[in-house]
């Protein structure tokens, strides 16, 4: 936070595609001015500023299945990624500021928004918030949903303390008729994130809280900048959410 204070714990916000989302995310959430409370942010990225290389190496850790006609240049390393956060960028973070452990909260976009849900749907208690932005589930043949029935047990028994953000854009979801087109994953975007976020709500609203939202008149690329504050606001609330 931009204004510390003291070693009292503070959530802490894990960005995916750091390279893209820290800047406009520490920004918003450190000051403690907004209608949130501050919080330590962690962007999760790549030590490189060539844009094509970002995408080769993203496409290989935040993908559940390997797809080698959709990326030739490697993929399906989502758990060894979510792994390495999990063993080694969560100690490294705790142990050089004040984190309060039950308060962990991680955000991505496409395919980072995957990546979030399989962390979701694999190991939900790993984190205390999931915020999947437009999510890529489609990749794989939707394999990331091959985890939603076990998941879904465990949130039914009351075992699982969630609060889970699924948002999508107006504009990223083929609405025409061409069959190929509507089974391609600009036919599926919002139809997948809005039927899984209905699944999740009906689980166990009692302990599970599941929101999601659309951007008007917002594509897939434009909707990004749009989607950290309310991100942030789900996640940081300075008060109790309202249900």
């Known amino acids: 936070p931009q204004q510390p204070a003291g070693r009292k714990p503070a959530p802490v916000l894990y960005v995916l595609d750091g390279n893209w989302y820290f800047r406009a995310a520490s920004d918003t959430a450190t000051w403690g001015s907004g209608p949130f409370e501050p919080a330590i942010v962690v962007g999760i990225s790549y030590?490189?500023?060539?844009?094509?290389?970002?995408?080769?190496?993203?496409?290989?850790d935040m993908t559940v299945k390997t797809d080698p006609l959709m990326f030739p240049q490697g993929s399906g390393r989502c758990d060894e990624?979510?792994?390495?956060i999990e063993e080694e960028v969560k100690p490294f973070v705790a142990s050089r500021y004040p984190v309060d452990p039950a308060r962990q909260m991680l955000y991505g976009k496409s395919l980072g928004g995957l990546a979030v849900?399989?962390?979701?749907l694999r190991n939900p208690t790993s984190y205390r918030t999931y915020i999947a932005v437009s999510p890529s589930i489609w990749q794989g043949d939707k394999a990331v949903l091959a985890d939603e029935s076990a998941f879904a047990d465990?949130?039914?028994?009351?075992?699982?303390?969630l609060r889970i953000l699924i948002?999508?854009?107006?504009?990223?979801?083929?609405?025409?008729?061409?069959?190929?087109?509507?089974?391609?994953e600009d036919g599926q975007m919002i139809t997948n994130a809005r039927a899984l976020a209905d699944r999740l709500g009906k689980l166990n609203p009692e302990k599970i809280a599941v929101r999601y939202a659309m951007f008007q008149d917002e594509g897939h690329e434009s909707v990004s900048l749009a989607t950290i504050a309310r991100a942030l606001t789900f996640a940081l609330p300075d008060r109790p959410a309202k249900k």
């Open 47 to 60: 030590p490189t500023d060539d844009l094509a290389e970002v995408l080769r190496l993203r496409a290989i």
């Open 167 to 184: 948002t999508f854009a107006s504009e990223e979801e083929y609405l025409g008729s061409d069959p190929v087109k509507l089974a391609a």
């Open 154 to 161: 465990r949130a039914r028994s009351g075992a699982l303390n």
């Open 81 to 84: 990624f979510l792994r390495v």
């Open 117 to 120: 849900l399989r962390s979701l």
